[in-house]
């Protein structure tokens, strides 16, 4: 049982989306990544849809890479995780997620590796506890306040700023962020037209 699993997921979908790129990028070489990652998209909008991800991604995971290679299966934007939708709460999605999550529960087997993305998850949900217990999860969170998202901003966007060579003075910081909004794939996308 050492297989990986790693959930990831929170409202802002850039950050989201950048932790699963970066995770399979340490664990597909470049040069595989054509073969080696496999995304099973989780924005379906029926039950029978969320049941043919949850089959697609179980049956991805257990099918070995190609020639031996190294393989990533992707169940992106896992939607029905959320709970609480439309669909997340007819019969078929229960069950699927059901279905998942005790087939998670056995753990993954050597060389399987699945990562998980998706926009909320209940963090007191039996899912949410068994990814924790089974693999690793990085929660970005939700619900935040507007204080508490214009500091989470702030701190990112140090961070891109070095990134990007650049650097502001205060005022401009200010004026930048209440332009610009809190979402970080609006922050970066205004870092790389300066």
């Known amino acids: 049982m050492n297989g990986r699993l790693y959930l990831i997921c929170g409202e802002d979908d850039y ?4 932790a ?5 990028d340490r664990i597909v070489p470049a040069a595989d990544r054509a073969l080696g990652v ?17 089959d697609t991604c179980i049956e991805s995971v257990r099918t070995p890479g190609f020639f031996g290679a190294t393989k990533v299966t992707w169940l992106r934007d896992a939607l029905f995780l959320t709970g609480g939708g439309r669909v997340s709460e007819t019969i078929v999605a ?4 059901e279905k998942l999550t005790g087939w998670l529960k056995d753990g993954l087997l050597e060389g399987q590796t699945l990562v998980i993305t998706a926009s909320k998850v209940l963090r007191s949900s039996v ?8 693999g690793e999860v990085e929660d970005f969170g939700g619900g935040f306040k507007s204080w508490e998202l214009e500091k989470l901003a702030d701190q990112r966007l140090d961070s891109l700023l070095e990134k990007a060579g650049l650097s502001m003075e205060d005022p401009a910081r200010k004026e ?5 909004g809190f979402d970080t794939r609006s922050l ?3 870092i790389e037209k300066l």
């Open 94 to 97: 229960k069950g699927a997620v």
């Open 176 to 180: 930048f962020l209440s332009r610009v």
């Open 20 to 24: 699963a790129r970066e995770r399979i």
């Open 188 to 190: 970066v996308q205004e």
């Open 38 to 54: 496999e995304v099973v998209d989780g924005r379906v909008e029926t039950g029978d849809l969320v049941l043919r991800a949850v």
């Open 15 to 18: 950050l989201v989306d950048s």
């Open 127 to 134: 899912f949410f506890k068994v990814c924790q217990k089974q």
